[in-house]
């Protein structure tokens, strides 16, 4: 090495062992006992209020969520499923997978044609799309295990939101009117949806809070059984569905064991299948672990060539090995084996970009979308809330019950509708991931906990279909090897891989052109086109004297809110 390239290396890692051990002045949010960070701020604020009444972080989970599917149409959902990941005060982790499922009439071929190719849009749009929900049974369970304030008094907070209404934001009134046409064309011009709001007008939702009296009053089954299940199901299968009362009534939420996994003196605890999250991101976070990242710079050119040629490897493996556990057999101690993925990175090189056709097959083209949301939550007690939920796409299948007053999740698309042809994210699945009756789709969303030197230390997750494992992996180094603060790992520019396609997208900002040029040179893909925005993570990180800090996303309305 040449002298000043020596001094240079070795000014790094003082400023990175100095980093490590003096922690990031906080710059989001910053709250004494408790906080929420989500989506919207109406949904933060109920949260928090619960909290305040004395309810603890599972309460105001409950909470959160009803207040989003209010607030936050575009993805909070009552009809849509979700994962949560949590950590109680006394170190006890746990997770609840109410994950949508198939109906029980669902078939391998149903969205293929006599020829066998896909039927455009099926699987994405209107009734055939819809999953059978998750949501309202996760939050029961989620009351029934660890609740402490009644369900009526959590449920009154959200009904009096939904008829007293909620303010169109800014960003709000634009995706609205970019769905509207849609909006018409899958439930009519009557629908509620058709009219045109403008920023700062109110939607109040009646309907909805009817619903939720149902709910409050009976439980589960005041959304699986009776009323809402019957004009829920016909409502469906009017519009060409295929769901039934039956798939309603014996739809379950399933406590599942976290993926739990140490990357340095970090342990991270995270959502296994049927969420690929964890597991996938248990394999960057090993394949990356032999090299001092902090040392290449934040998005330098080495750190993205190192974490890029993880993600590849790790998205080829998640494509083809994983799905629903309880349908099929998953190699997770093979996946996640130390040898196993030194091997996988043997073929990595500094100078050139290994192609993901040299891992496996495919051609497709990727759609993101900010569909799917996520929330973050602390109580004063110390316990830990980690939920991220979903429609799928944006309002999922687009077909808003006017009755009943939700949209629709269009969650089947999650599935590999057949193998090697690409679902609405660009991701090619596998055998695992074939449609099956009841099984459950296999999904990318990654609520997080870590923990350092034993302690709760942050509370992570976001939205972003694919793009949801490498926005919450860059957000934990953002703050463990680059020392950010907890909105500044929020804020940070983010890029993405996931094997196929073979491409590296960028966030529109904070990448310049000469580390792109690098990169080229070097036989990346860059996709110059497209440059959405990357996930919105809402994030706690918990400071050395107790306080929170949250990293609510400035990419979205998303707001931390506490006390
Ligand atoms: N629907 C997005 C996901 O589950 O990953």
Request: charged share 20%; with cysteine.
């Amino acid at each position: 090495m040449k002298p000043l390239k020596y001094v240079l290396a070795l000014f790094t890692l003082i400023i990175c062992l100095h980093c490590k051990q003096n922690p990031a002045t906080p710059t989001g949010t910053v709250t004494e006992n408790a906080m929420v960070v989500s989506a919207r701020q109406e949904a933060s604020e109920i949260g928090s209020k619960i909290m305040k009444e004395g309810g603890n972080a599972f309460d105001a989970m409950i909470g959160t969520q009803l207040a989003l599917a209010v607030a936050y149409p575009r993805a909070g959902n009552i009809s849509g499923g979700g994962f949560m990941v949590y950590r109680q005060a006394d170190g006890t982790i746990g997770s609840l997978d109410f994950r949508e499922k198939a109906p029980k009439s669902a078939q391998k071929d149903m969205y293929l044609d006599s020829l066998d190719n896909v039927i455009p849009n099926m699987s994405t749009l209107g009734a055939a799309s819809i999953g059978v929900p998750g949501s309202v049974a996760g939050i029961i369970e989620v009351h029934k295990k660890f609740g402490k304030l009644p369900l009526k008094q959590i449920f009154e907070l959200v009904i009096a939101l939904a008829e007293n209404g909620v303010e169109v934001t800014a960003k709000q009134a634009e995706i609205l009117k970019n769905y509207r046409e849609v909006f018409i064309k899958v439930n009519s011009d009557s629908t509620k949806f058709a009219q045109v709001y403008k920023e700062g007008d109110k939607i109040t939702y009646p309907n909805l809070a009817k619903t939720l009296r149902a709910i409050a009053e009976h439980g589960r089954d005041g959304f699986y059984k009776g009323e809402v299940a019957k004009k829920l199901a016909n409502f469906i299968q009017a519009n060409g569905g295929f769901i039934t009362e039956d798939d309603l009534a014996s739809y379950e939420a399933i406590w599942r064991t976290p993926v739990v996994f140490q990357y340095k003196d970090l342990n991270i605890i995270s959502m296994g299948p049927p969420s690929s999250g964890g597991v996938t991101m248990n394999q960057i976070f090993e394949m990356i672990e032999p090299y001092n990242i902090a040392s290449f710079g934040h998005n330098s050119d080495k750190a993205i060539q190192l974490f890029t040629e993880a993600s590849r490897r790790a998205y080829a493996d998640r494509n083809y090995f994983l799905g629903d556990p309880d349908f099929v057999d998953i190699p997770t101690s093979f996946l996640l084996n130390n040898n196993y993925l030194a091997n996988r990175m043997a073929d990595f090189s500094w100078k050139k970009a290994t192609k993901s056709e040299a891992i496996a097959h495919g051609k497709l083209e990727i759609i993101e979308s900010m569909e799917t949301t996520h929330y973050s939550i602390v109580d004063q007690e110390g316990n830990a809330v980690s939920v991220t939920t979903t429609l799928n796409g944006n309002f999922g299948s687009k077909l808003y019950c006017d009755e009943l007053g939700f949209f629709l999740n269009n969650e089947m698309d999650d599935f590999s509708a057949k193998a090697g042809v690409p679902n609405m994210f660009g991701l090619v699945g596998a055998e695992a991931n074939s449609i099956e009756p009841e099984k459950r789709m296999l999904s990318s969303m990654t609520p997080t906990i870590v923990e350092k030197d034993g302690q709760l230390w942050m509370v992570v997750g976001t939205p972003g279909g694919s793009t949801i494992i490498t926005a919450v992996a860059q957000t934990i180094l953002n703050g463990y090897e680059f020392n950010m603060s907890m909105q500044d790992a929020v804020n940070a520019p983010r890029f993405h891989h996931q094997w196929l396609p073979d491409v590296v997208i960028f966030e529109p900002n904070g990448f310049s052109s000469s580390l792109k040029e690098k990169l080229k040179s070097k036989g990346y893909i860059i996709n110059e086109e497209r440059t959405p925005i990357i996930g919105k993570v809402d994030a706690i990180r918990v400071l050395s004297d107790g306080r929170l800090e949250g990293g609510a996303d400035p990419r979205g309305d998303d707001s931390a809110i506490g006390f």
